[in-house]
């Protein structure tokens, strides 16, 4: 019921940049789009979420660091990563929930590495 387009990851080097891009086709209003990741070895793990009216929710290791954005009207949200270190490193997977009578179904994109090495 959703199609995902991620886009922007690659190597980057510690301290560098990198800016995460997703589009979601749905068959229904998105209710919370948001970045999870998962390192080799890890659970799945969230990074950012931010809801349709802009509420955002961050990881803790992240915050002052990563800065995430929506469009509602296309429904793409983005992930601005600045000052990765190499424990950023992780297949970074886009979601987005359905809300619908008090019920969240979340849907996953099939994500997109993101090394951080020198």
């Known amino acids: 019921q959703v199609q995902f387009v991620e886009s922007g990851g690659g190597l980057v080097e510690p301290g560098g940049s990198l800016r995460l891009s997703c589009a979601a086709s749905?068959?229904?209003?998105?209710?919370?789009m948001g970045w999870y990741r998962q390192a080799p070895g890890k659970q799945r793990e969230l990074v950012a979420t931010?809801?349709?009216?802009?509420?955002?929710n961050y990881a803790d290791s992240v915050k002052e660091r990563f800065t995430i954005s929506r469009d509602n009207a296309e429904n793409t949200v983005s992930l601005q990563m600045n000052s990765l270190k190499p424990e950023d490193t992780a297949k970074y997977y886009c979601?987005?929930?359905?809300?619908?009578?008090?019920?969240?179904?979340?849907?996953w994109g099939q994500g997109t590495q993101v090394p951080v090495s020198s």
């Open positions: 979601n987005a929930d359905r809300l619908w009578i008090g019920i969240t179904t979340r849907y």
């Open positions: 749905a068959t229904f209003s998105i209710h919370a």
């Open positions: 931010i809801t349709s009216g802009g509420d955002t």
